[in-house]
């Protein structure tokens, strides 16, 4: 069963850092694209930032410039360091493991992050 464990998350203070990790199993890692979402209570799921295999990143425009993500293919892991957190980024964040074509796609439990104001 494929499975993707996220953890990092935590309560930090404006302007504080977290990085989050997320560590899959029973996929051919390396050739997925990742990604990290995040998800508010009350609110839609939103793209955060992605990495592809061959490690082109894309970024929300709200986090551009203050995430980034990272990937270890020798330890089927991906990351999400966070810096300058805002309030705003209060939310659950997922991740995302998906193979397009044919458009597989894999979920974490998610792990909560609270920046507090």
């Known amino acids: 069963q494929v499975q993707l464990v996220e953890s990092g998350g935590g309560l930090v203070q404006p302007g504080g850092s977290l990085r989050l990790s997320c560590v899959a199993s029973?996929?051919?890692?390396?050739?997925?694209?990742m990604g990290w979402y995040r998800q508010a209570p009350g609110k839609q799921r939103e793209l955060v930032a992605t990495i592809t295999s061959g490690g082109s990143t894309n970024y929300a425009d709200s986090v551009k410039g203050r995430f980034t993500i990272s990937r270890d293919n020798a330890k089927n892991t991906v990351y999400l360091q966070m810096n300058s957190l805002k309030p705003e980024d209060t939310a659950v964040y997922y991740c995302?493991?998906?193979?397009?074509?044919?458009?597989?796609?894999?979920w974490g439990q998610g792990t909560q992050v609270t920046v507090s104001s």
């Open positions: 995302n493991a998906r193979l397009i074509p044919p458009g597989y796609t894999y």
């Open positions: 029973e996929i051919i890692f390396s050739i997925y694209t």
